[in-house]
């Protein structure tokens, strides 16, 4: 048994963050899933490891995290090797990655969560069709952010600067859940979003993740 | 001209979060007043230094930043001496300071930000009374926060750790606005939130901030 754990859902995005991240950094983990439909998210002993009732946790034998990026950002600066370095030491390069994380949260996040809501997580877990006005609006406001995007990535090979970092790393579970979806069109449309996509979604830590969510699926 | 820069709006929480850390960490710098009424933030030449045209933005001679939050982890990464020194050097204290961060960000900030809206900005900024409805279901929201709030502030000193860091000072806005407001009884109400609260608003930083915001509405 390993020394970390990740408690969470392959049906939360923000888990799948984590497990991201874990991955990326070729950590061992155990992985305790954790049954969202029953609620055992809102209920002992897992709100003492998350008291706002929120999945993916995190613990280790020194501490427990439960917010994704946090985890993510903890285990970029804590177990970083030559590999899989996801940090800058320069505070201004960092600060530049550090924002492109704050920007998925507050820009990509809110129509991607939505859009995956609607279009991938309602139909599968509670059997409702997407609301066709809201997945109309959430298009709408993703493809301002996109265009936005595609403009960053003419002047950088990735989002948080020239190399992989935790700014791409955190798109990796909106961008999994609208493949296949019609939000596809709105990143092959960018040229440069589209090759960036395919880029972070080949890497092996990511394919690890994949495969564990089909695993369960299969 | 000092070599720091923030662009933005006394009306608007995240630059005064911005400035919150600016003053914390005693650096000079310029701020220059965006009009919002006006949409200065939608337009060029703002637009080139913050594309998703929200205030506030920070330019020094090296980097534009624009994410509140990136900003201050940024000023607090960057320039922290032993007087004001915001941040941990063991990446599982920094960990729990920066998810800290992110709490606030999802889980006190939404709440706060409507009651914000209601109680305070929309009577000011567009002579419109706060709707009841809403200010009664985010009050109900802030309070299950704060309960946890009170739990953590048993067991430490500041959200983050054992210091004051970031993760206190990104509630000042938030705690500034609704200060006066029938919001302020859910933080009386508990005994630790309430002396931390009083606590975080004596700080010398914080009180030029509030000198800045007061003296321009004198």
């Not at 993916?56 to 020194?62: I, V």
Request: charged share 25%.
């Amino acid at each position: 048994m390993g020394v970390r754990k990740l408690y969470g859902s392959l049906d939360s995005p923000d888990t799948i963050r984590a497990l991201a991240s874990l991955n990326e950094h070729k950590l061992d983990f155990d992985f305790i899933p954790i049954d969202l439909k029953s609620g055992e998210h809102k209920r002992e002993p897992f709100l003492s490891m998350s008291p706002f009732g929120d999945v993916p946790a995190y613990q280790d034998e020194q501490l427990t995290l439960f917010e994704s990026r946090t985890v993510m950002r903890f285990i970029s600066h804590c177990y970083f090797t030559p590999d899989n370095e996801q940090v800058y030491e320069d505070p201004r390069l960092q600060g530049i990655a550090a924002e492109w994380i704050d920007i998925e949260d507050h820009q990509f996040d809110p129509p991607a969560s939505k859009l995956t809501w609607e279009l991938v997580l309602k139909p599968k877990l509670i059997g409702q069709p997407p609301d066709s006005t809201v997945v109309a609006q959430e298009q709408l406001k993703l493809a301002k952010v996109l265009d936005i995007y595609e403009k960053r990535l003419a002047e950088s090979n990735f989002l948080g600067g020239h190399k992989y970092t935790s700014a791409d790393l955190t798109h990796l579970p909106g961008l999994y859940y609208l493949t296949g979806t019609p939000v596809d069109q709105l990143f092959e449309e960018r040229p440069l979003v589209s090759a960036w996509k395919k880029s972070i979604m080949s890497r092996p830590g990511w394919k690890k993740v994949v495969a564990m969510i089909e695993g369960v699926q299969a």
